[in-house]
């Protein structure tokens, strides 16, 4: 059983940084990549990091880079997503998924999703 729980969310205002945090098993940990998507009211969900488990290998969606950033500790097998210069568009659910990343860059999303954190940008 795959087990993904996202945390970390909140009330930010524009300019500020939140840490998500999305613990899982070591088992998926080990066999699994590990990605972040969000979804904005009214909106269809959307990619926003990924990270090669096996070899690190990280990609972003082009509206994150410079901004968000993907990283992962081995020991608590937990995955980071770390959002500075939120703006209020960066407001969403962000939910964790385990899927594959390829050396494309491209990210596959399985069917195991997390409950969700809602991340909330004020202007």
């Known amino acids: 059983q795959v087990q993904l729980v996202e945390s970390g969310g909140g009330l930010v205002q524009a300019g500020g940084s939140l840490r998500l945090s999305c613990a899982t098993s070591?088992?998926?940990?080990?066999?699994?990549?590990l990605g972040w998507f969000r979804q904005a009211p009214g909106k269809e969900r959307e990619f926003v990091a990924a990270i090669g488990l096996a070899n690190g290998r990280t990609a972003y969606a082009d509206s994150v880079k410079g901004r968000f950033t993907i990283s992962r500790d081995n020991a608590k097998t937990t995955v980071y997503l770390q959002m500075n210069s939120l703006k209020p568009e960066d407001t969403a659910v962000y939910f964790c998924?385990?899927?594959?990343?390829?050396?494309?860059?491209?990210?596959?999303?399985?069917?195991?999703w997390g409950q969700g954190t809602q991340v909330t940008v004020s202007s």
């Open positions: 998924n385990a899927g594959d990343l390829y050396s494309s860059g491209k990210y596959y999303p399985a069917t195991y």
């Open positions: 070591r088992r998926t940990f080990s066999i699994s990549d």
